[in-house]
């Protein structure tokens, strides 16, 4: 597929996150400040706790306390696009405020011309430096008022000797990062949390550690009223399989998956979906965001999909709430359904 250029992505990085929202607009938003310039780590690999970027892509100061707000804990840079990318630009759209936790800085990616972990010529800290790039990108794209970083080193998939290095996401204790996620959890005082289940998705470590965070931090802050899993049900991926091969993508060549396309080993059982948030009005910005990730897209086999399935892989987010305070009735078709 033809692949965007990196300096795209970054030069997209540069917009106002104002730009970004008036392009996509579909309900007026109140006013925000503009993007302040993006913040360098600078460094070898190692932990970076303090590396923050908040509040660089929206206001600061307190938030009104009928201000409804979405917190979603994420693992990586790129990984808010794929099942919440939606979510994130609808309801920003709709002015509740979006604060985006990114645990690390996604330093096991690939490099720059597609160079992996391993190979010659990867650098990590180089590597993190152009995905932090690429994240504000993206999070400029989708409207999201506050990204804080919390400087975490990628534990690479599973079974990988980086699991537990020094300084990774996996690989320090939970205790020791779980106040960093309680202060955020108190300062901005989300009534609706997003992360993963408690297999990560599809086995990360990473994404299993994010998970644990954003449950613990829910339930010992007794702060969210709702928390939510993102989900992707088995007959979309089915779906979205059968239309890849018949629109002649080669599969073969996704990376730590080798699965039978009539039988994959990930997603969810349909039934256990709760949440179902229509946003085929974001789809536009969420393809935008996701191409600001730009040095990751190398297996973006749903790039290359014919557009009505793009429409149908993107147009619809799925979620399975986990914990709920509200008192809603489930299915649901709103994350703040009986808190507004």
Same mark, same amino acid.
């Given at each position: 597929m033809?692949r965007?250029?990196?300096?795209k992505?970054?030069h997209a990085?540069?917009?106002?996150?104002p730009?970004?929202?008036r392009?996509?607009a579909?309900?007026q /938003?109140?006013?925000?400040?503009e993007r302040?310039g993006?913040?360098?780590s600078?460094?070898?690999?190692g932990?970076d706790? %303090?590396?923050?970027?908040r509040?660089q892509?929206g206001?600061?100061?307190?938030?009104?306390?009928?201000q409804?707000?979405?917190m979603l804990?994420?693992?990586?840079?790129?990984?808010?696009v794929m099942?919440t990318?939606g979510v994130?630009?609808?309801y920003a759209m709709e002015?509740?405020?979006?604060?985006?936790?990114t645990?690390t800085?996604?330093?096991?990616?690939d490099?720059?011309g597609?160079?992996?972990?391993?190979?010659p010529?990867?650098?990590?800290?180089r590597v993190?430096m152009m995905?932090? %790039?690429e994240?504000a990108a993206?999070c400029?794209? /989708?409207?999201?008022?506050?990204?804080?970083t919390?400087?975490y080193?990628?534990?690479?998939?599973?079974?990988w000797?980086?699991?537990?290095?020094?300084?990774?996401l996996a690989?320090?204790?939970?205790?020791?990062e779980?106040?960093?996620?309680?202060?955020l959890v108190d300062r901005?005082r989300?009534q609706v949390?997003?992360s993963?289940?408690?297999?990560g998705?599809?086995?990360?470590?990473?994404?299993i550690?994010a998970?644990q965070?954003? /449950?613990?931090a829910?339930?010992?802050?007794?702060?969210?009223?709702?928390?939510?899993?993102t989900?992707m049900?088995?007959?979309?991926v089915?779906?979205a399989?059968?239309?890849a091969?018949e629109a002649g993508v080669?599969l073969?060549d /996704?990376p730590?998956?080798?699965?039978?396309?009539? &039988?994959?080993?990930?997603?969810?059982?349909?039934?256990?979906?709760?949440?179902?948030?229509d946003?085929?009005?974001?789809?536009?910005?969420?393809l935008e965001?996701l191409?600001c990730?730009?040095?990751?897209m190398d297996n973006?086999f749903?790039? &290359?999909?014919?557009e009505?399935?793009?429409?149908?892989?993107?147009g619809t987010?799925h979620?399975?709430?986990?914990?709920d305070r509200s008192?809603?009735g489930?299915?649901?078709?709103?994350?703040?359904?009986g808190?507004r």
């Amino acid at each position: 597929m033809d692949r965007p250029a990196v300096t795209k992505a970054r030069h997209a990085g540069r917009r106002s996150a104002p730009t970004a929202r008036r392009h996509y607009a579909r309900r007026q /938003l109140p006013a925000r400040s503009e993007r302040e310039g993006a913040v360098t780590s600078g460094g070898q690999p190692g932990p970076d706790p %303090d590396w923050r970027c908040r509040d660089q892509l929206g206001e600061t100061g307190g938030m009104p306390q009928a201000q409804l707000t979405l917190m979603l804990i994420h693992a990586h840079p790129d990984d808010e696009v794929m099942g919440t990318g939606g979510v994130i630009h609808h309801y920003a759209m709709e002015g509740v405020s979006t604060v985006l936790v990114t645990c690390t800085g996604g330093e096991l990616g690939d490099g720059p011309g597609g160079v992996k972990p391993g190979q010659p010529g990867h650098d990590e800290v180089r590597v993190r430096m152009m995905r932090r %790039d690429e994240l504000a990108a993206s999070c400029a794209v /989708l409207g999201v008022a506050h990204l804080e970083t919390l400087g975490y080193l990628d534990s690479g998939m599973e079974g990988w000797p980086q699991n537990h290095r020094p300084g990774s996401l996996a690989g320090t204790p939970l205790a020791t990062e779980l106040p960093k996620v309680l202060e955020l959890v108190d300062r901005y005082r989300p009534q609706v949390v997003v992360s993963y289940d408690e297999r990560g998705g599809y086995g990360h470590p990473d994404h299993i550690r994010a998970h644990q965070l954003a /449950l613990a931090a829910a339930e010992q802050s007794g702060i969210p009223a709702k928390v939510y899993y993102t989900a992707m049900p088995k007959s979309l991926v089915r779906t979205a399989m059968t239309a890849a091969r018949e629109a002649g993508v080669d599969l073969s060549d /996704l990376p730590q998956i080798d699965f039978d396309p009539d &039988n994959p080993p990930f997603g969810v059982d349909d039934h256990l979906i709760t949440t179902r948030v229509d946003v085929s009005a974001d789809v536009s910005a969420k393809l935008e965001a996701l191409r600001c990730h730009a040095s990751q897209m190398d297996n973006a086999f749903m790039l &290359n999909l014919p557009e009505a399935a793009v429409a149908s892989f993107f147009g619809t987010e799925h979620f399975i709430r986990a914990l709920d305070r509200s008192g809603a009735g489930i299915p649901e078709s709103d994350l703040f359904a009986g808190l507004r």
